[in-house]
């Protein structure tokens, strides 16, 4: 027999192999556009932030993060750390950044246990003002509408009282109206309750 023949199905197997690790690895693999390095240096490895005021960006619907970055990129939603930074990015590179961020797997932020009487005065004060409905029952998120589980705690109470105080102009104005009335140590047990929520 050949030696060729012996070895053929080796070298069959072994491509196979290849083939399924870098499936397994997909996720992981390097960045789709050259912009994505500098995002990560404030939006942390893989999107998920170490800074409580930056928000983590993995796991996040693609959709929202397209609408976010024209948002940013046209000056509709003032994000002051990221001024000039979109400039000139094309579309094509917004959908490819925001889904390469989208498929990274989510790590809450939150360490530890919540404080439970703080958890469940934010749990209580969700199901009232019915963020379930739009944020989905687990609060992962879908199209448009951003994943708010396991986001940093600051984070969350920060853009809550933008959203509740000054919207501005691309800012969606049903999220808005859906805080009307909240009193900032209602939107801290929120905060706290989103950033242990799963
Ligand atoms: C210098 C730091 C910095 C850099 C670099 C940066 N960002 Fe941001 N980004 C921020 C901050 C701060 C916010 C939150 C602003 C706020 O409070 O609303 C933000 C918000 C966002 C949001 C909205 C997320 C949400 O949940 O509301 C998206 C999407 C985003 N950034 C994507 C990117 C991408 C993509 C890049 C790279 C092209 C990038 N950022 C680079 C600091 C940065
Ligand atoms: C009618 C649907 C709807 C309801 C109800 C709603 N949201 Fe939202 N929420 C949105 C949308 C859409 C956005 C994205 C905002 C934008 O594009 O300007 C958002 C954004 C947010 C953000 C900003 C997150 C980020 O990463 O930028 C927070 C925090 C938030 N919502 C919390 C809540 C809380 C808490 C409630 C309940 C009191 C609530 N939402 C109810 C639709 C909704």
Redesign the pocket.
């Known amino acids: 027999m050949p030696v060729d023949a012996v070895r053929r199905p080796w070298r069959a197997a072994a491509g196979l192999v290849l083939v399924l690790a870098a499936g397994l690895a997909h996720p992981q693999t390097a960045p789709p556009t050259p912009?994505?390095q500098?995002?990560?240096?404030?939006?942390g490895p893989q999107g998920n932030s170490q800074?409580s005021?930056?928000?983590?960006?993995a796991g996040?619907p693609k959709l929202?993060?397209e609408n976010?970055?024209v948002l940013?990129r046209e000056g509709l939603?003032?994000?002051?750390?990221?001024k000039g930074?979109?400039d000139g990015?094309k579309d094509a590179d917004?959908v490819r950044?925001?889904a390469w961020?989208s498929e990274q797997k989510p790590v809450a932020a939150a360490q530890g246990a919540p404080s439970p009487a703080q958890f469940q005065r934010g749990q209580a004060l969700a199901a009232r003002g019915l963020c379930g409905s739009c944020h989905l029952p687990d609060f992962s998120g879908r199209a448009q509408i951003?994943r708010l589980a396991g986001?940093h705690e600051a984070?969350l109470l920060?853009?809550m009282k933008?959203f509740r105080d000054h919207p501005g102009p691309g800012r969606d104005t049903i999220m808005a109206a859906s805080l009307y009335g909240f009193k900032d140590d209602e939107l801290a047990d929120l905060a706290h309750y989103l950033a242990y929520a799963k």
């Open positions: 912009q994505l500098a995002c990560m240096a404030c939006h800074i005021t930056i928000p983590s960006l996040q929202f993060i976010q970055l940013i939603r003032d994000v002051p750390a990221m930074l979109l990015v917004i950044m925001a961020f951003p986001q984070f920060q853009s933008q």
